[in-house]
Every structure is written in C-alpha cells, then in structure tokens.
C-alpha cells in the first residue's frame, strides 16, 4: 500500500503536526508514504529531517494539479489534509485516477459554491477529526453520508513525556515569573480570539494580582493584540511571547492552559496539555466539548464570555482538589481516546476498506 499525503499549507500548525504524526505510524507498520508540499516550508523541512520522502509543489493551483495528476498514478491512495490539498488532489482525479481521502479539521461550513460541490463530490472519503465537523460536512452535503467517517486527532503521549525535563521547567518558570501562569498556544488570528483572553486576563488580575499571561504562537494580528493589551495597561502581565519550538516544557510550566477560540475542529493543544497534566480551560466550540468534559477533564466556558472565563482560570487556581481531578481525568482520557496508535490504525482500516475493489466516485 502507498499514501500519498497532500498538504499545501505555508506554516506548522496542528494539521501538519497530525499528519506527520501518521506518516510516521504508517511506517512502523510497512506502509510507504510520500508527502506532497511546498518546497522549503516547515512540513517539507521535517519530513525531510524524519527521511519521509516528499513531492515539492509549488502553490500554484493549475500547476500543482498537474504534477499530483502524474505523480499520483504511481499511489494506490491520494490522501489530503488541507483545504486547498483537497482542491488539488480531487481536480487531479481524473489525471491519477487514484481514490482521494480527505481529513476535515474545521468546524465552520464548506463554501457553497460549484468548486466546493465538485471537489466534495470527486472524494471517496471525508474523515472528520470530530463527530462535530462530521454534522457540519453532513448539513451541507447530506449525499456523504456513507462515505464519512470520524477519526479523533491524536497526540504522541510518549513522545511528550519524553521531552519534559523537570530543570528546563524549572528555568522556564522562573523566566516566566508568574504566581500563577496562564497560557496557550495559538497562532495568532481572528479563529483563536485572543483578545477574549486578553479581557478576561483583565479580570483575573483583579483577584491575581501576580498572574501572568503568556500567548506562544505568531501571527498577522500581533501588532492589533499588542494595542489591545496596551490600552488595558496589563502590557507587563500579558505577553505576546511569540513562537516557541520546544512548546512541550513551555506548556509544563504553566498553571492553567486556556483555549480562547470562536472556533476549533477539536483543539489539539487541548492535548498536550491534557498529557503534560496542566489544567485546561476551553470555550465550548465545534469539537472542543468532545475533549474537554465541563468539571471532569476540564472547564467549559461559552465563546465570546471573557468574565466566565475568567471565574474558571480562577477557579482551578484557587482549587487544588479540583485541579488535581481535572488533570487526573484528562489524562486517562487522552491515553485512552487519542493515541496515535488509534489515529493510525484506524486510518488503516479505512484505507483498506478504500481499495476493497469499491469503484471510483
């Protein structure tokens, strides 16, 4: 059996991160992968790092289309995991004339348009990363019933607890100087609603006096947020840390992990936070509610509600037996619910059932 993964996205975010998670899976049990991606960004750099081959693209829709009409022909699958990948892998179809899997991880509504209709239609698999992004693909194309399916997004939990070590938390807390720290990891941009976190930072310090908030990710709004802190007069409590590679102890140091966000296909952050033990609060959107259990493994707050949010990162920090639930729980779940292990085999299944001798869509 031979994948080839399509990913167009120019940064490394939690989609990317998920797929080399399953090329590496896939691997481990003789299953040969090729990822096809633009040539010098994070994804291409790190699959070369692992010595995963790759297909250098170059962004250019009519020209990418062609090389995955070629380059296709010689897999048994076209799997893609990103929006304009799926683009891409599905126009390509009748050059390749290979079955086309794509994984969903977004919570907001395909675009209706003809292109949308198209590329939906020319696919022989939606995965779902949440049984939330499944309701949504399933309201606008009510036709995919049977050909969707859920597989959760996972996290690597020996890998994780691998790369903690206790004397570079220790360093971290003491740079980070907050009684207590509170963080996330979010790139910066309208979906993750930093400045809900950022109001209700406000709060927080009211009954905290010596929190601090830190924001590890990058972004196109950083100089917005920055004025928004700014015109709050918290600029010494709230700091736009920026993009953090060893992201595993940064999260371990904190207090509290916060998920501000309008919107998440399922918040894989949530995770490694979950895994790293650190208690977790979440704006109950799209796929979030499916991870997080409001007062079992973690606490739920509604979007857009900075003063609620406010009372749950208060809460676990002024509530040690409840802290100590919270993560207990979240952990159990994680090891159980996403493991990789999980993720891949059942990619494998569904790949299996792909090429049972079903006919092309």
């Not at 990418?64 to 076209?78: T, V």
Request: overall charge positive; some cysteine; proline content about 3%.
């Amino acid at each position: 059996m031979k994948i080839l993964h399509v990913d167009t996205e120019k940064g490394w975010r939690g989609g990317e991160q998920q797929l080399l998670y399953l090329v590496k899976g896939l691997r481990e049990k003789g299953i040969t992968s090729a990822v096809a991606c633009r040539t010098g960004d994070e994804l291409f750099k790190k699959c070369k790092k692992e010595g995963i081959e790759t297909v250098p693209l170059k962004g250019n829709q009519t020209s990418d289309i062609l090389r995955l009409g070629y380059i296709g022909r010689k897999f048994d699958i076209i799997h893609a995991h990103s929006a304009k990948g799926h683009t891409i892998s599905a126009l390509s179809k009748k050059l390749h004339r290979k079955p086309v899997v794509y994984t969903r991880r977004v919570d907001y509504r395909p675009r209706k348009n003809r292109l949308t209709y198209l590329k939906y239609k020319n696919t022989d698999k939606i995965v779902s990363i949440t049984e939330a992004v499944r309701r949504i693909v399933l309201e606008s194309f009510p036709f995919l019933t049977n050909r969707t399916e859920v597989i959760y997004s996972s996290v690597d939990v020996r890998d994780i607890e691998r790369k903690v070590k206790s004397e570079i938390v220790e360093n971290i807390k003491k740079e980070l100087n907050g009684n207590p720290t509170v963080g996330t990891l979010a790139a910066l941009t309208e979906q993750k609603d930093i400045p809900n976190l950022i109001e209700a930072s406000k709060k927080v310090l009211e009954k905290l006096t010596n929190g601090k908030f830190f924001v590890f990710g990058e972004g196109k709004l950083r100089k917005k947020l920055q004025k928004i802190i700014n015109s709050k007069g918290i600029s010494k409590s709230f700091i736009l840390y920026g993009f953090v590679d060893d992201i595993v102890n940064y999260t371990k140091a904190l207090d509290v992990f916060v998920l501000p966000s309008k919107n998440e296909g399922l918040g894989s952050s949530l995770l490694v936070a979950m895994v790293l033990k650190v208690p977790v609060v979440s704006t109950n959107v799209g796929g979030t509610g499916e991870v997080v259990e409001n007062e079992e493994t973690g606490l739920l707050v509604p979007p857009n509600n900075p003063e609620l949010l406010a009372d749950a990162i208060v809460r676990i920090v002024t509530d040690r037996e409840l802290s100590n639930h919270l993560v207990e729980k979240a952990y159990n779940l994680v090891t159980k619910k996403f493991s990789v292990d999980r993720m891949v085999n059942s990619y494998v299944e569904l790949y299996r059932e792909v090429l049972s001798g079903k006919q092309l869509l």
